[in-house]
């Protein structure tokens, strides 16, 4: 039993699912960001600095639609050793609602 539950531990800290359709509470719950990595795609960071990449059939995917449309997507931890150097743009709360009200996003 102990061993069970040390596995559904360490896959929660392996993986992020989020649910686009609430990403506002889901951003603030989960205590993550989006991060937004040059020609790379949506990535999320969480509280330690760890990187999550998008579900491969997700990427190219644009933010908008996926909150339109209320996405779940599961993102996996990366090896973040290479990508410190590539241009990142971090957002948390106050960037996503500024992005969802700039385009007439619903804001729940």
């Not at 506002?24 to 999550?52: H, P, R, V, W």
């Not at 779940?72 to 973040?80: E, P, R």
């Not at 948390?92 to 992005?99: I, N, S």
């Amino acid at each position: 039993m102990k061993n069970k539950i040390y596995e559904i531990i360490n896959e929660m800290e392996n993986e992020i699912i989020l649910n686009f359709g609430n990403i506002i509470q889901e951003l603030e719950t989960k205590n993550i960001k989006l991060c937004f990595l040059k020609e790379k795609g949506i990535f999320i960071e969480n509280a330690n600095k760890n990187l999550y990449s998008m579900e491969t059939y997700w990427h190219g995917s644009y933010l908008d639609k996926l909150i339109t449309n209320g996405i779940t997507v599961k993102f996996n931890l990366v090896d973040a050793t290479n990508i410190e150097n590539w241009q990142k743009e971090i957002w948390g709360l106050p960037e996503v609602k500024a992005f969802m009200k700039r385009q007439f996003l619903n804001i729940a």
